[in-house]
């Protein structure tokens, strides 16, 4: 089945669990997938896996730290150069510190937020005029079920104290407001964004620093769900004809799910100070 033949697909966090999923999925639509990966090793490790099970297609690999906003632009400018369109962006790196203590990035941005909120955000605005270029054109947001202790008034953890766990569900709860704050400044550009969430899936390495007896019980919640259950929404976000034109949704299990992080107010307010932390480090 070639439903996707000849697309391009941007794919962030695609070395392991549900990223690798999708690019393996997506590859086997026909799709041509470029792997943004941190570690090009495994980058390159995927892309043999990838080949070894639909044959010849095109993986390209480049290199890309999603807390690192110098990285995200170079990533970003080698997509512009390298190739003349951009079908959909799927946007599905992230981070959690587990037992580790809090850390800042680069760019001195706490870490989880630094890569699973701003990142989602540079690296969506430094690649629209491409996916505009490209229209009909897609972004998938990979967000999650697993958000709350939102507070957009301390998004660092500067007043409250820092939890791992905490630090990731509030990253996930500003992804779905990133997804709501872009859908609508793409209005009429053919370009849709939705996000999504996988579902509990403790084999992913989000859970690489967790305490074990936490993997275990959450194991046991999640009825054991895999990988590559967790990607099927994903990929049908990226690929299905019936999804196109549709924006500003939240899907778990390929059907739509009421999301209560939404308001006008708080995207925009969340939008504002991710365009301020970017360009203050590109200043």
């Known amino acids: 089945m070639d439903s996707m033949k000849g697309k391009l697909i941007v794919l962030t966090?695609?070395?392991?669990?549900?990223?690798?999923?999708?690019?393996?999925?997506?590859?086997?639509?026909?799709?041509?997938?470029?792997?943004?990966?941190?570690?090009?090793?495994?980058?390159?490790?995927?892309?043999?896996?990838?080949?070894?099970?639909?044959?010849?297609?095109?993986?390209?690999?480049?290199?890309v730290d999603m807390s690192s906003q110098q990285s995200i632009r170079a990533f970003a400018q080698r997509l512009r150069e390298q190739f003349p369109r951009l079908d959909v962006l799927i946007n599905n790196?992230?981070?959690?510190?587990?037992?580790?203590?809090?850390?800042?990035?680069?760019?001195?941005?706490?870490?989880?937020?630094?890569?699973?909120?701003v990142g989602y955000f540079l690296l969506t605005r430094e690649l629209l005029d491409l996916l505009k270029g490209s229209a009909p054109a897609r972004i998938v947001n990979v967000a999650s079920t697993y958000a709350s202790d939102l507070d957009l008034d301390d998004l660092q953890f500067k007043k409250r104290p820092f939890e791992s766990f905490r630090a990731y569900a509030q990253s996930k709860a500003c992804d779905r407001l990133l997804t709501w704050a872009v859908s609508r400044r793409l209005e009429g550009s053919g370009v849709t964004a939705n996000a999504m969430t996988p579902g509990l899936i403790t084999e992913t390495g989000l859970y690489r620093n967790a305490a074990p007896e936490l993997v275990s019980r959450l194991t046991q919640y999640s009825g054991g769900r895999t990988s590559a259950?967790?990607?099927?929404?994903?990929?049908?976000?990226?690929?299905?004809?019936?999804?196109e034109g549709v924006t500003g949704k939240f899907f778990e299990n390929r059907a739509e799910l009421p999301c209560e992080f939404r308001g006008e107010a708080a995207e925009e307010k969340l939008w504002a100070i991710c365009a301020s932390l970017a360009d203050q480090s590109a200043a």
């Open 93 to 117: 790196a992230a981070g959690n510190r587990g037992t580790l203590p809090k850390i800042d990035s680069i760019d001195g941005i706490e870490l989880t937020f630094a890569t699973n909120v």
């Open 13 to 63: 966090g695609a070395t392991s669990g549900v990223g690798k999923e999708i690019a393996i999925q997506l590859a086997g639509l026909g799709a041509r997938v470029v792997l943004g990966c941190r570690d090009l090793e495994k980058g390159s490790a995927i892309s043999a896996e990838i080949i070894g099970r639909h044959g010849p297609t095109e993986i390209n690999i480049l290199p």
């Open 229 to 243: 259950q967790g990607a099927d929404t994903a990929v049908w976000l990226a690929s299905s004809p019936e999804l």
